[in-house]
T-cell receptor, first 111, second 116 residues
Framework: EDQVTQSPEALRLQEGESSSLNCSYTVSGLRGLFWYRQDPGKGPEFLFTLYSAGEEKEKERLKATLTKKESFLHITAPKPEDSATYLCAVRQSGSNYKLTFGKGTLLTVNP | SAVISQKPSRDICQRGTSLTIQCQVDSQVTMMFWYRQQPGQSLTLIATANQGSEATYESGFVIDKFPISRPNLTFSTLTVSNMSPEDSSIYLC?????????????FGPGTRLTVL
């Protein structure tokens, strides 16, 4: 049973075409939802942590939001350098430090 | 955030052999974590390594297959023992260490292992 599901699996955008990535979760007692960016051949790079429903975080063209069941990563006017795999992970109460990851969304932004 | 390095960055190994992966952090950290990222799959936690105590393994992972050392607060090793092609994966170490009491994890660059 998947606790973290990301959609779509892959997304292809034209430069400047805004869109959103989804991360839905079914854990109880959320103690943090994390977004990472992963470039080919590299480790995940931390982007955001969200802790409670209604919380929002922004960084350049990225904005992450959180509800009680899902998180969205909004990408505004993307550029080709935003192409990467975006990973979502959750930490739940009682899990100590364990992060449970989704499979990621592969984003390609064409010039 | 901490700067994390891993060695080797990649390796190709024969089945039945073992490989030890090193993880070095530029600052002292209490907890270090080892993850596996198989093709098309999610990052999966293998074990948590505390300095001075035995590593804690997640369900499906055992010490005989993935022995871990944590000799000090900046270094850890993960050994993949008696390898089979199914062990082909990217292995990543991570540490926890955000600012202002936050608890995000930061990852090393990974070790890409291919078992023939």
């Amino acid at each position: 049973e998947d606790q973290v599901t990301q959609s779509p699996e892959a997304l292809r955008l034209q430069e400047g075409e805004s869109s959103s990535l989804n991360c839905s979760y079914t854990v109880s007692g959320l103690r943090g939802l994390f977004w990472y960016r992963q470039d080919p051949g590299k480790g995940p790079e931390f982007l955001f942590t969200l802790y409670s429903a209604g919380e929002e975080k922004e960084k350049e063209r990225l904005k992450a939001t959180l509800t009680k069941k899902e998180s969205f990563l909004h990408i505004t006017a993307p550029k080709p350098e935003d192409s990467a795999t975006y990973l979502c992970a959750v930490r739940q109460s009682g899990s100590n430090y364990k992060l449970t990851f989704g499979k990621g969304t592969l984003l390609t932004v064409n010039p | 955030s901490a700067v994390i390095s891993q060695k080797p960055s990649r390796d190709i190994c024969q089945r039945g052999t073992s490989l030890t992966i090193q993880c070095q952090v530029d600052s002292q950290v209490t907890m270090m974590f080892w993850y596996r990222q198989q093709p098309g799959q999610s990052l999966t936690l293998i074990a948590t390594a505390n300095q001075g105590s035995e590593a804690t393994y997640e369900s499906g992972f055992v010490i005989d297959k993935f022995p871990i050392s944590r000799p000090n607060l900046t270094f850890s090793t993960l050994t993949v023992s008696n390898m089979s092609p199914e062990d082909s994966s990217i292995y990543l170490c991570s540490v926890e260490g955000g600012t202002s009491g936050t608890n995000e994890q930061f990852f090393g660059p990974g070790t890409r292992l291919t078992v023939l």
